[in-house]
């Protein structure tokens, strides 16, 4: 069964303290892997989407990678605006349509 | 270039009642997906339209159904309210079935 899982559920940082985000999955294929930004009782805002291993994407302070099981979003030098929940999507070849999610992680910077 | 939109914000229903949510897409995009999210949970994916004919369908009941409109904009419609069915409703449009998905707002629905 394709699944997503999201680890830490909830980080806190101090402004400036860089760290990870993981989302490690398992699927049948993997066709895309997306990264999202939700803001509190909003709708996702599109970040990166990755399509083979060993591919990255850049953002301002994030930078997204990806292997064979897993994706890490990295956060350099946050903000307390980068405050939000990061959802992961994967998108199978056989399925194509449907994005899979995880649970997301819920990130707190502290100024 | 005008994104995806969702009406109504929020909507508060009682337990039997039905509702229909609704989603225009963005320019371009012929392709429009409703997903149910929990709080605390990730999205959930109920179904796809692309151009008008559902296509692809997650874990939902019957009770929920939708349509896809000519200009692309379509509906959500959940019968027989339950109070689990209390949750946002996202909806997403793409350029095709396969490319990425950008949401809408979201409509905020309550069950009582």
């Known amino acids: 069964e394709d699944q997503v899982t999201q680890s830490p559920e909830a980080l806190r940082l101090q402004e400036g303290e860089s760290s990870s985000l993981n989302c490690s999955y398992t699927v049948s294929g993997l066709r895309g892997l997306f990264w999202y930004r939700q803001d509190p009782g909003k709708g996702p805002e599109f970040l990166f989407t990755l399509y083979s291993a060993g591919e990255e994407k850049e953002k301002e302070r994030l930078k997204a990678t990806l292997t064979k099981k897993e994706s890490f979003l990295h956060i350099t030098a946050p903000k307390p605006e980068d405050s939000a929940t990061y959802l992961c999507?994967?998108?199978?070849?056989?399925?194509?349509?449907?994005?899979?999610f995880g649970s997301g992680t819920k990130l707190n910077v502290k100024p | 270039e005008t994104g995806v939109t969702q009406s109504p914000t929020h909507l508060i229903k009682t337990r039997g009642q039905q509702v229909t949510l609704r989603c225009s897409s963005q320019s371009g995009h012929n392709t429009v997906s409703w997903y149910q999210q929990a709080l605390g949970q990730g999205p959930q994916f109920i179904f796809q339209y692309y151009r008008e004919e559902e296509n692809g369908r997650g874990n939902f009941p019957p009770r929920f159904s939708g349509l896809q409109f000519p200009n692309y904009s379509s509906e959500l419609n959940v019968n027989a309210l339950e109070l689990d069915d209390s949750a946002l409703y996202l909806c997403?449009?793409?350029?095709?079935?396969?490319?990425?998905?950008?949401f809408g707002p979201g409509t905020r629905l309550t069950v009582l």
């Open positions: 997403a449009s793409s350029y095709l079935a396969e490319d990425t998905q950008y």
């Open positions: 999507a994967v998108q199978a070849e056989y399925n194509f349509n449907k994005f899979y």
